[in-house]
């Protein structure tokens, strides 16, 4: 079963707009990672964010991270139609520093950004 | 620095055939993992090799398997292919394989099973 639900499922917006995007799960976890995946293609990593941290910024991208109610929120700012993909949060929840590594993916958000 | 690579990048079979995936990962990094990717389910975790060592290991059938060679490189093997595993392959390199580092994922192995 999957860890990781990204909410919403799907997302359109115009460029310049902001996207948020959310994750749930399920287990305590050690870190979060975002990925984005064009089309079919390999998955990009965006960024992670280990479980001591709230927050954590790259570019125009910026990660929350909230343990008590076991969810993460992606905010892409000033989006571009570059930015249209599939975005998955993925959790590694295999114990601390766990040499195990095994991630845990939700089913993922497509976001569409019409020019 | 190169990132993981994959070959081949398509590949189609026939039920009952068996195919040979490999992987190569960003330079310096021991632990390789791969997954397989669905319409219907989604990304999934096959297994992670470290050290030639396979660590840990999906929810898969046995006709799943895969090695890792001393130069960290990976290969992964389906027998008796059947129509169900047309998919989307995906490995994933990181430095130590452990909660503390991420993973990078290649650009995929495409495999259509008629």
């Known amino acids: 079963s999957q860890q990781g639900e990204e909410d919403p499922q799907a997302l359109s917006i115009q460029e310049g707009e902001n996207a948020t995007m959310n994750c749930s799960y399920k287990?305590?976890?050690?870190?979060l990672q975002w990925y984005r995946q064009n089309s079919g293609r390999g998955l990009v990593h965006l960024i992670l964010?280990?479980?001591?941290?709230r927050e954590k910024h790259s570019g125009r991208l910026r990660v929350t991270l909230d343990t008590s109610k076991k969810s993460s929120s992606l905010l892409i700012t000033a989006s571009r139609a570059a930015d249209t993909a599939s975005y998955f949060c993925?959790?590694?929840?295999?114990?601390?520093?766990?040499?195990?590594?095994?991630?845990?993916f939700g089913k993922g958000t497509l976001l569409t950004v019409n020019p | 620095k190169a990132g993981v690579t994959q070959t081949p990048r398509y590949l189609i079979k026939t039920r009952g055939q068996q195919v040979t995936l490999s992987c190569s990962p960003i330079?310096?990094?021991?632990?390789v993992s791969w997954y397989q990717q669905t319409p219907g389910q989604g990304l999934q975790f096959l297994f992670e090799?470290?050290?030639?060592?396979?660590?840990n290991k999906g929810n898969f059938p046995g006709r799943f398997s895969g090695r890792q060679f001393s130069n960290s490189r990976s290969e992964m093997n389906v027998s008796t292919l059947e129509l169900g595993d047309s998919a989307l392959y995906l490995c994933?390199?990181?430095?130590?394989?452990?909660?503390?580092?991420?993973?990078?994922f290649g650009p995929g192995t495409r495999l259509t099973v008629l």
């Open positions: 994933a390199s990181s430095f130590w394989g452990n909660s503390y580092n991420e993973q990078f």
């Open positions: 287990t305590s976890i050690n870190n």
């Open positions: 964010i280990r479980s001591n941290e």
């Open positions: 993925a959790t590694d929840a295999s114990g601390s520093g766990g040499s195990n590594y095994k991630l845990t």
């Open positions: 330079s310096g990094h021991r632990s």
């Open positions: 090799y470290f050290s030639e060592t396979q660590r």
